[in-house]
């Protein structure tokens, strides 16, 4: 089974300041996926990854997949408070159920003026 | 456009009650989920619909049941509550040809298990 770690799981930054977010997974996996929570709120997607060396941008925001490291990481750029959200990465549970996604812990991002 | 719809958004139940939370999505989509959420974690995985009359264990399905009525509906049911199920559900669905499609949620139902 697919198990994913975020790190860190914690962020607090200052706007205008870049940082990066990493999603490491623990077996072979060609696809990973993005999400955004903002407090109290359902989940929205943010990108699909689905090969290796895949690079998705949106605003400040841009997302990358290594299957090799078995890393993706989501970038900011010049944070802004609105991107103040918690943030998840998500694989296939297994290479038989590509269908399942498991999630990892989620990474709490707050950006301060 | 309503995307996926969850009914209740809240509930409170006591020890040993039964209950089942409906999710309906108008998208046509195939696939759809049943995941829980914990204060301060990510999501579990409970159960996975791979189209109508088809259902999968996830992560954590035990102590619930759920029925893929039809392709619009996806129904969790607890059969006798306990407080560990205190949670938050989400239902979500996906279409596409799966793997290459997001999930979309809904916007959750808040259990609490007294």
């Known amino acids: 089974e697919l198990k994913v770690e975020q790190n860190p799981l914690f962020l607090s930054m200052q706007e205008g300041k870049n940082y990066t977010i990493y999603c490491n997974y623990s077996?072979?996996?060609?696809?990973l996926y993005w999400y955004r929570q903002d407090p109290g709120k359902s989940l929205e997607s943010l990108f699909v990854?689905?090969?290796?060396?895949a690079v998705k941008q949106e605003g400040r925001l841009m997302a990358s997949l290594d299957t090799k490291a078995r890393l993706s990481t989501l970038h900011i750029t010049a944070a802004v408070h609105d991107l103040s959200a918690t943030y998840f990465c998500?694989?296939?549970?297994?290479?038989?159920?590509?269908?399942?996604?498991?999630f990892g812990g989620g990474t709490r991002l707050m950006v301060k003026p | 456009n309503a995307g996926v719809t969850q009914t209740p958004k809240f509930q409170v139940l006591k020890t040993g009650q039964s209950m089942t939370l409906q999710c309906a999505q108008d998208m046509n989509h195939n696939s759809m989920y049943w995941y829980r959420q914990d204060p301060g974690m990510g999501l579990r995985l409970i159960y996975y619909?791979?189209?109508?009359?088809?259902?999968d264990k996830g992560e954590v399905p035990n102590g619930y049941n759920v029925s893929r009525l039809n392709k619009r509906e996806f129904s969790l049911r607890l059969e006798s509550a306990a407080p560990s199920q205190t949670s938050v559900y989400f239902c979500a669905s996906r279409g596409g040809r799966g793997w290459n499609s997001p999930l979309h949620f809904g916007n959750g139902t808040r259990l609490t298990v007294t």
């Open positions: 998500a694989g296939p549970l297994d290479l038989g159920a590509g269908n399942m996604l498991t």
């Open positions: 077996t072979t996996s060609d696809r």
């Open positions: 619909s791979a189209s109508e009359g088809t259902t």
């Open positions: 990854l689905l090969s290796n060396g």
